[in-house]
């Protein structure tokens, strides 16, 4: 029926959006040149983060929204995932050391994905409930990849320092941003920082502590 047909559509396209996506990210840490690594995290911004055209009819809002983010969401983790893997990261400080700093760093990409996701930080920006899941969607990638690399490594250092800077300034977000709703899931945001970071240091030391009686 003119129903099912509609949803089957839907869908296609919602899963062809995600597969544009990513195809986006993996310019990010990619032999590309920095404007275009660059560029890629703009159109991030517009497609993604704060999209210029929403994707959602009357019809959709009401009988497809829940399809869509169960197509929709799991490829964006996978996208994260990507942007903030060890070796995107590993890769992004290689091209700022090899290029006497004119290459995309990791400075450059962490900038430009606070400024689009976060709306860099400005207590004055509304944030949608859209961008809200994306930001979700985007600390739990990030924790993730924390604890599947919880052995001392300088680019896992990296990502650990990267988040406490995030935390302080969720910190301060959490207590001024006018949405109530805002506050609160800042509030979320850093209770789950706090715990998985917690959980992070036990798994580090006890990998230590086997090691260090392996070589007695």
Not at 3 to 32: N, P
């Amino acid at each position: 029926d003119k129903g099912s047909s509609l949803t089957d559509i839907y869908r296609k396209a919602i899963r062809q959006y995600g597969s544009y996506l990513m195809g986006i990210a993996e310019t990010v840490g990619s032999s590309q040149p920095a404007d275009a690594q660059h560029q890629a995290m703009l159109e991030l911004d517009n497609y993604l983060f704060h999209p210029v055209e929403k994707m959602e009819c009357t019809y959709v809002k009401e009988n497809l929204l829940e399809a869509r983010n169960n197509i929709l969401y799991p490829e964006l983790v996978k996208m994260f995932k990507h942007l903030l893997s060890i070796e995107t990261i590993s890769a992004l400080r290689l091209q700022a050391l090899h290029s006497n700093q004119k290459g995309y760093s990791d400075d450059d990409f962490f900038r430009d994905l606070y400024k689009g996701l976060f709306n860099d930080f400005d207590p004055s920006a509304a944030v949608s409930y859209e961008q809200m899941d994306i930001q979700l969607i985007c600390l739990d990638a990030w924790l993730d990849i924390i604890q599947e690399n919880a052995k001392h490594t300088s680019t896992t250092k990296r990502l650990k320092d990267e988040l406490h800077s995030l935390y302080n300034r969720l910190e301060k977000l959490s207590t001024i941003h006018p949405q109530t709703e805002v506050r609160d899931m800042y509030t979320l945001l850093m209770v789950k920082i706090k715990k998985k970071n917690s959980r992070t240091d036990r798994i580090t030391c006890k990998f230590w502590v086997i090691f260090a009686m392996i070589y007695e």
